[in-house]
């Protein structure tokens, strides 16, 4: 039986724009689930969204919408984004789906049983935006220590968890365990400040919030949400049902958080497990900041800055290898890393352009040039070979060594050591002057066969990290693209094998001419929204009777499935009355399939029917557009028949 790997990235909270701050720990721990999966093992990543609390019901009532039409949105959007980057998840969990909910319920029951969670009031300073409650000696200037902003002062009863009650077994387990939380900064920062100074009981339920969910012993109360949200990591291996994955997966192999949440993470979680009786994930790591002009990137703070962080525009420009590179390769791991396009662009140069893409496409041109796009035969190992072959045949145990201690910079400098060595073997070797004598011709075909070696071997090790250049190098080699680490070996290219010179995998980016057209957009940017609305052409004005000629009724979506060969388009089957209609709408971007089951839509019902894709619309499904490039499905406020007419 394969060992087992579960790895996690914190759930994400769906208020505001996502940017690249939310992409450093997620890319992180996909290199960490692929690398596993390389090595054979048997790994469950989880990533998801944290949906409740009262910051999204605010922001939703002043938008006029349900919460669920406020976050549904943004969760399409963290979707798109993570497909974007090739994020391959097994699961992505929301908290407001019902498994999640059950299984919560059933853990409030089982702690309210066991008398870890009893009711009390609870009176403290609450910052909205951070969802978080502070005593009056934690304030900084009477403000949120966290984001600077207005604290209320907020009473209320409140059910409580016991969480003093596990101080005590905390640090033991600390002790016991001195793997248990990377790295070290973060454990003495655990054991100083909090359970050395002794932990107050939590509050884990409010009476003010209705957007949750509810407590099972008394329905007016809503989880707040610590055990809610942390929760995730077991509910979405069913915990506490029958048959499920939680017997096959927990504990947690590890638990990638950011350094603000480590308390969370570090202290609340293990509590709660302890009073479950459930066993401790074997690892949480909480590393740093990704800083921009010093500040960490926040949507709490607003001064993430669009024009540098926004995943969707990197990715258009530069490509998701060179923005995951980046995001693994610069960044200290551990400790707080600071991003400026300027630096983006030069590492991508440096490294995948003039290194890794320069070292593959000279070694390609030179074989085909040479030896007719044949591989030529492997040949002697001799002098300067011996040092590359030694390199390149030792990368994997540094790599290997490296994510042991999840540090994907380490591993990536192992990987481009190499690389810098085969780019100085060539000219060592000087194959341009081989090629020229006859006599050499043996001898130049050893240098190309030790280069191709190389070029393969980085592929393979570089699969965790890239997901589009490695198979691409391969093909380019006539390898198997899902070539594995089993296959590292040096000397396994075959003789006679096909070569071909491929396109630049990573054309090199003129740096000055770049940061100006970056200045450029960041302007344009930056003009006032008013600006643009005033240059939009307006609608011709029309008459009531004009407008009484379109009919608009709710319907209901029965079924959804996506539209093959369109990344746009949904197919949806709504019940409108007492018919059933086929309609096609271009919102795959922000709505799921599984998401718009069960939704009620107002649907424009007299449209002339007309295919798309091949699949019949017969209607149009309205939205509204949120001025930001993002959808919001128009519903009914309250509940209404199917057939319902708009008027």
Not at 431 to 443: Q, T
Not at 462 to 480: G, N, Q, W
Not at 594 to 607: D, F, I, S, W
Request: glycine share 8%.
């Amino acid at each position: 039986m394969a060992k087992k790997y579960y790895i996690t990235t914190p759930i994400y909270y769906p208020s505001g724009n996502w940017h690249i701050g939310h992409c450093y720990t997620t890319v992180i721990c996909d290199a960490l689930a692929r690398f596993h999966k390389l090595l054979g093992e048997d790994v469950f990543f989880l990533t998801g969204t944290d949906e409740h609390g009262q910051k999204v019901e605010k922001e939703a009532a002043k938008r006029g919408i349900t919460p669920r039409e406020f976050i549904d949105p943004l969760v399409a959007e963290l979707k798109d984004m993570w497909r974007l980057l090739d994020v391959e998840y097994n699961r992505f969990i929301r908290t407001t789906d019902d498994d999640h909910v059950r299984a919560v319920q059933h853990i409030y029951q089982k702690l309210y049983e066991s008398g870890d969670i009893y009711k009390a009031e609870y009176e403290g300073y609450y910052c909205t935006p951070c969802e978080s409650f502070w005593t009056e000696a934690q304030l900084v200037g009477g403000k949120c220590p966290d984001c600077g902003r207005e604290v209320t002062l907020q009473k209320e009863e409140s059910y409580f968890f016991r969480l003093s009650k596990y101080a005590p077994a905390l640090l033991k387990h600390y002790e016991e365990h001195p793997e248990f939380l990377q790295p070290k900064s973060r454990v003495n920062e655990m054991v100083n400040n909090f359970l050395k100074a002794g932990l107050t009981d939590l509050s884990v339920s409010r009476t003010t919030v209705k957007w949750g969910v509810p407590l099972p012993f008394d329905k007016k109360h809503t989880a707040y949400v610590w055990i809610d949200a942390l929760s995730n990591y077991v509910t979405a291996l069913g915990y506490g049902a029958e048959d499920n994955l939680y017997k096959t997966y927990w504990p947690a192999d590890l638990h990638m958080v950011g350094k603000e949440i480590v308390r969370f993470h570090a202290i609340i979680w293990p509590a709660i497990l302890m009073a479950l009786g459930e066993p401790l994930p074997r690892q949480i790591y909480g590393h740093g900041w990704l800083l921009i002009g010093g500040e960490k990137l926040s949507k709490s703070k607003e001064n993430a800055r669009p024009e540098l962080t926004d995943p969707y525009e990197l990715v258009k420009r530069y490509g998701a290898d060179a923005v995951r590179y980046y995001l693994l390769r610069e960044i200290p791991f551990g400790s707080d890393g600071e991003y400026t396009t300027e630096r983006f662009l030069l590492r991508v140069n440096a490294d995948l352009a003039n290194d890794l893409g320069n070292l593959v496409s000279r070694t390609a041109a030179m074989i085909v040039q040479n030896f007719g796009g044949k591989l030529p035969a492997r040949g002697k190992v001799e002098g300067t070979d011996k040092e590359l072959v030694a390199l390149a045949d030792g990368a994997f145990e540094k790599v290997k060594d490296a994510m042991a201690r999840l540090n994907a910079p380490d591993a990536l400098e192992a990987v481009f050591e190499v690389v810098a060595r085969a780019n100085k073997y060539i000219d060592e070797t000087t194959p341009w002057i081989l090629a020229k004598d006859p006599e050499k011709r043996e001898r130049l075909g050893a240098v190309l066969y030790n280069l191709a070696e190389v070029c393969r071997i980085c592929a393979i090790l570089l699969k965790p990290f890239l997901t589009k250049a490695p198979a691409l190098i391969l093909k380019s080699f006539s390898c198997d693209e899902n070539a594995g680490f089993e296959t590292l070996k040096f000397g396994a290219l075959k003789e006679g094998a096909e070569v071909v010179k491929l396109p630049p995998i990573f054309p090199r980016i003129d740096i000055k001419r770049e940061l100006a057209e970056v200045e450029k957009a960041v302007k344009e940017q930056k003009k006032p929204q008013d600006a643009d609305k005033k240059a939009e052409a307006k609608k011709p004005e029309i008459s009531i009777d004009e407008f009484g000629k379109v009919e608009l009724k709710v319907g209901e979506v029965i079924a959804c499935e996506k539209v093959a060969k369109s990344e746009k388009l949904l197919h949806e089957t709504v019940k409108i009355g007492g018919e059933v209609r086929s309609v096609v709408s271009g919102i795959a971007k922000f709505y799921t399939p599984e998401e718009m089951v069960g939704k009620r839509v107002v649907v424009v019902t007299n449209l002339k029917p007309v295919k798309l894709c091949g699949v019949l619309s017969e209607g149009m499904i309205l939205c509204a557009d949120d001025g930001k490039g993002g959808l919001a499905l128009v519903s009914p406020e309250k509940a209404v028949e199917s057939g319902a007419e708009v008027r």
